[in-house]
Nanobody
Framework: QVQLVESGGDLVQPGGSLRLSCAAS????????MGWYRQAPGKQLALVAV???????SYIDSVKGRFTISRDNAKNMLYLQMNSLSPEDTAVYYC????????WGQGTHVTVSS
């Protein structure tokens, strides 16, 4: 069974940056598109960034130009570089297969607050 472990979440001030990481116990990155999801307090889960097996990335409008998704298939790692963070980015962030989740990791908490 594949396990996904997200890390890198933290408390950061508005305008700050964070880099999230996702480690997979199995080799799924080379066989599946991957994504970063987030669930803000009181809101539904949202898919915010996707990267295909070939490396093509796509984003929801609210994070375009600020977030960058990347993958290292050899290391079974997925990343999300987040810049110019705002309080609206506060959420629990999850990595998983996209466009539908398969493995349901525990997530990592990102709080943007002054």
């Amino acid at each position: 069974q594949v396990q996904l472990v997200e890390s890198g979440g933290d408390l950061v001030q508005p305008g700050g940056s964070l880099r999230l990481s996702c480690a997979a116990s199995g080799n799924i990155f080379s066989i599946s598109a991957m994504g970063w999801y987030r669930q803000a307090p009181g809101k539904q889960l949202a898919l915010v960034a996707v990267i295909t097996r070939g490396g093509t990335a796509s984003y929801i409008d609210s994070v375009k130009g600020r977030f960058t998704i990347s993958r290292d298939n050899a290391k079974n790692m997925l990343y999300l570089q987040m810049n110019s963070l705002s309080p609206e980015d506060t959420a629990v962030y999850y990595c998983d297969t996209a466009p539908h989740r398969s493995y349901w990791g525990q997530g990592t908490h990102v709080t943007v607050s002054s």
